[in-house]
């Protein structure tokens, strides 16, 4: 996947950027509870350079465990999608709305990810992606700062600083929804479709 070279700065400017970012992040205590009872903060990845940013909702059990965002099974999910786009997870920058697990896997309040917010956006100053993939009605309403559904929102394209901005339903939702995995679909051919791909024959 190339990324357009409207905007060239190194990889490795990129790296020491997230990197810092990540220290800092590693040691914010902003949210609490949050901040006493995660066992790690998960902070992203992906490539710095990425032309896809991902960003869902919070990390649960699993990326509490691994430090990393998507790797329960709704990121198993999430990667089987990517694949059907053509890509490499590696291809992609994956975050998310909060970097520390909310209790429980409640939602993440405003507070919090007003909170959490600063980073996210270092996030994507830093990558600087042509487009961000909300997955979810948390990652959608709070990137975008709206109240409108995921229903409402998905299967068009909005703005975020010079990225486009396109919002459909989180992997979970599929997984307890498998009929969601069609309109899904179709947000992901209108991204490709977008970026000038084509998907490639499904298995
Ligand atoms: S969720 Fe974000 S703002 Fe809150 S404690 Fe964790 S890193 Fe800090």
């Not at 999430?78 to 909310?102: F, Q, S, V």
């Not at 599929?174 to 179709?186: F, M, Y």
Request: net charge positive.
């Amino acid at each position: 996947m190339p990324r357009s070279e409207s905007r060239p700065r190194s990889r490795a400017a990129r790296e020491k950027a997230l990197s810092a970012l990540a220290e800092r992040v590693a040691q914010c205590t902003r949210c609490q509870e949050l901040a006493e009872t995660r066992t790690q903060t998960v902070f992203g990845v992906g490539n710095p350079q990425a032309q896809v940013m991902f960003v869902g909702e919070a990390p649960g059990a699993d990326e509490d465990k691994q430090g990393e965002p998507f790797v329960g099974r709704a990121g198993q999910l999430l990667n089987k999608i990517i694949e059907a786009c053509g890509w490499k997870r590696e291809d992609i920058y994956i975050c998310n709305i909060l970097r520390c697990r909310p209790p429980g896997n409640r939602n993440p309040s405003p507070k919090e990810a007003a909170n959490c917010r600063e980073y996210l956006d270092g996030q994507i100053s830093t990558v600087d992606p042509d487009y961000i993939v909300c997955w979810g009605t948390i990652a959608a309403q709070n990137l975008l700062d709206t109240t409108e559904t995921i229903g409402k929102l998905r299967g068009r394209f909005m703005e975020y600083g010079r990225a486009k901005v396109l919002c459909t339903y989180h992997p979970s939702y599929l997984l307890r929804n498998p009929s969601a995995k069609k309109p899904v679909w179709e947000d992901m051919q209108l991204l490709l479709k977008e970026m000038g791909l084509e998907p490639p024959p499904q298995k």
